[in-house]
């Protein structure tokens, strides 16, 4: 499995009608409007192959906290349907972490929604701790 930086193109498309399966709300079109808009502002997208195919995304950004210093923020991870259990969200996990100690980064953070019982499973496998609670104001 290669795991890789993609910037537009093809590359763009096929990650894109993967990261679909997590972000349905929004049209084909709408989701890689939006992805490209964010690469433009520090979004960085790496993707997960296995037989020149895209079958895994991690959307994430390298930024600076004064709670958490330098770190990674993972905001989409999402491994295609029919290729769940492959090895591929744990190949993205292990990547993000080398890649934010490359970067110079001390943790790697995620949200996780409070239904998804499977990706904490996942997760709390992985090495994190659930250290928090995410507060949302929905209307300003």
Known sequence: MDIELVSGGNDLAEAAAVMAQL???????????????Q???????????SAGRVIGVAGFVVAEKL????HVYVDDLVVDEGHR???????????LKAYGREQ???ELHLDSGVQRFGAHR?????????????????RL
């Open 122 to 138: 996942f997760y709390l496998r992985h090495g994190f701790d659930i250290t928090s609670h995410h507060f949302t104001a929905c």
């Open 85 to 95: 259990s492959s090895g591929a969200g744990s190949a993205l996990i292990d990547w």
């Open 104 to 106: 110079g980064c001390g």
């Open 67 to 70: 709670a958490w210093g330098k």
């Open 39 to 49: 690469l433009k502002a520090g979004y960085q997208l790496a993707c997960a192959r």
């Open 23 to 37: 972000r349905p709300q929004y049209s084909a079109s709408g989701l890689r409007s939006q992805i490209e808009k």
